[in-house]
């Protein structure tokens, strides 16, 4: 059973930067579709990237095209997340997933993950 660790968050003003990493353990995620997600208070968690089994295949939600970059070290079972020009809006609990059998129809979708990690906190404010 793959089990998923985030770890990064924190604090920060807008327009700042930060990484968010996911450790992977008890399995490899060479096999999986690995994304991220977050949640605000009150809302329904929302799809925010994905990064392909293999090769360099990448997803992003609308709202941080271009702002975020998802990156998947098969190598060292690890994802990360880069995040420039942080707005309010970007506060959440950001959480990772692993899927062996996600279809790209559905890599937005919260049901197409098997696992998840119990989510790093991010915070933009000022």
């Known amino acids: 059973q793959v089990q998923l660790v985030e770890t990064g968050g924190r604090s920060v003003q807008p327009g700042g930067s930060l990484t968010l990493s996911c450790a992977a353990s008890g399995g490899t995620i060479s096999n999986s579709i690995m994304a991220w997600f977050r949640q605000a208070p009150g809302k329904e968690r929302e799809f925010v990237a994905a990064g392909a089994r293999r090769g360099g295949n990448t997803w992003y939600a609308d709202a941080v095209k271009g702002r975020f970059t998802i990156s998947k070290d098969n190598a060292k079972n690890m994802l990360t997340l880069q995040m420039n020009s942080l707005q309010p809006e970007d506060t959440a609990l950001y959480y990772c997933?692993?899927?062996?059998?996600?279809?790209?129809?559905?890599?937005?979708?919260?049901?197409?993950?098997?696992?998840w990690g119990q989510g790093t906190q991010v915070t933009v404010s000022s």
């Open positions: 997933a692993a899927g062996s059998r996600v279809i790209l129809s559905a890599i937005r979708s919260t049901s197409a993950y098997d696992y």
